[in-house]
């Protein structure tokens, strides 16, 4: 079984920067799709940002030009990268990994962690 841990969240003012990492508990493991989703209160998960195992990356628009998402294979580790923040981003992030081939096919979620941003 594999857990998938992030860290790196917190309370900020509007403006400040948070990195967000995740991991698989298991060292090994393949990851080859992760994303970040968020979630506000009263709202729907959405995505916010998704890198690939070769490293494209995408974005939702309201992340475009403030996030960036990144990853260290040698750590197995993502992070992502959260400037200029806004109230407005303030929602549970969420870790996801998918894995596409072999015995550990499947998706994986992270617990979340609580990303608060102050005006």
């Known amino acids: 079984q594999v857990q998938v841990v992030e860290s790196g969240g917190g309370l900020v003012q509007a403006g400040g920067s948070l990195r967000l990492s995740c991991a698989a508990s298991r060292r090994n493991f393949r990851i080859d799709v992760l994303a970040w989703y968020r979630q506000a209160p009263g709202k729907q998960r959405e995505v916010v940002a998704t890198?690939?195992?070769?490293?494209?990356?995408n974005y939702t628009d309201s992340a475009k030009g403030r996030f960036t998402i990144s990853r260290d294979n040698a750590k197995n580790t993502v992070y992502l990268q959260m400037n200029s923040l806004k109230p407005e981003d303030t929602a549970v992030y969420y870790c996801?990994?998918?894995?596409?081939?072999?015995?550990?096919?499947?998706?994986?979620w992270g617990q979340g962690t609580q990303v608060t941003v102050s005006s």
């Open positions: 996801n990994i998918q894995t596409l081939f072999g015995k550990d096919r499947g998706d994986y």
């Open positions: 890198i690939s195992f070769g490293g494209i990356s």
